[in-house]
């Protein structure tokens, strides 16, 4: 069982909408949850890190929210566009090691 | 991609044949990391190298061999020994306070 769940598996939205993606681990000991967007056959690449003591974490139309407590995390992303169609993927950090999550493939329609 | 190269882009392999993928960094890391994508699953690590001339298995290592001759690069060698080797591979570099760089990936499949 994958020790980092996210959900929905995918997602698709009319451009404009509004989305936020799941990602709820068990690992630790924990030191930092990233986002990274990856589009199709390129690398993934870090939307947003937050440690145990950050809430939340924006990067323009990216908001992410950490609650250490539940071991949840969440991704929101605001007026989607049409190049915000990737896959997302939540990787949590711990000491000396990580975790990756198998990712959200958020289709983004005119 | 953050300074970091992987080629080629895309690959092919005949049953039996060894290739390798190459990963190259220009970013100064000490740490890098190679992975392995497959459809719906998260990335699972192959190999990584903390230092240079040294390298430590990842969770699924069979079939797979790897060099860290020089800091700035870190090969990848698909043997025959791996039954299934048709994935999606990607090259990362990390620094001491775990920012993660991921080169562009290299699309390998078994003809």
């Known amino acids: 069982k994958n020790q980092v769940e996210q959900s929905p598996q995918s997602l698709i939205i009319l451009e404009g909408k509004n989305c936020t993606l799941q990602?709820?681990?068990?690992?630790?000991?924990?030191?930092?949850l990233r986002w990274y967007k990856q589009d199709t056959g390129r690398g993934p690449v870090s939307l947003t890190i937050?440690?145990?003591?950050?809430n939340t974490k924006s990067n323009g139309r990216y908001t992410a929210t950490l609650d250490a407590d539940t071991k949840q995390s969440s991704l929101h992303i605001t007026a989607s566009q049409l190049s915000d169609s990737a896959s997302y993927i939540c990787?949590?950090?711990?000491?000396?090691?990580?975790?990756f999550g198998a990712g959200t493939r958020l289709t983004v329609k005119p | 991609d953050g300074g970091i190269t992987q080629s080629p882009k895309y690959l092919f392999r005949k049953e039996g044949q060894n290739v390798t993928l190459s990963c190259e960094q220009n970013?100064?890391?000490?740490?890098m990391y190679w992975y392995r994508q497959d459809p719906g699953q998260g990335l699972r690590l192959i190999y990584y190298?903390?230092?240079?001339?040294?390298?430590q298995k990842g969770d699924i290592a069979e079939g797979y061999s790897v060099s860290r001759e020089k800091k700035e690069s870190f090969p990848l060698t698909v043997t025959s020994a791996q039954k299934n080797p048709t994935a999606f591979y990607l090259c990362?570099?990390?620094?001491?306070?775990?920012?993660?760089?991921f080169g562009p990936g290299t699309r390998l499949t078994v003809l």
């Open positions: 937050m440690t145990f003591s950050e």
């Open positions: 190298s903390q230092i240079v001339n040294d390298f």
């Open positions: 990362a570099s990390q620094t001491g306070a775990d920012t993660q760089y």
């Open positions: 990602c709820n681990y068990t690992v630790s000991p924990f030191s930092n």
């Open positions: 990787v949590v950090f711990l000491l000396g090691d990580m975790r």
């Open positions: 970013l100064n890391h000490d740490a």
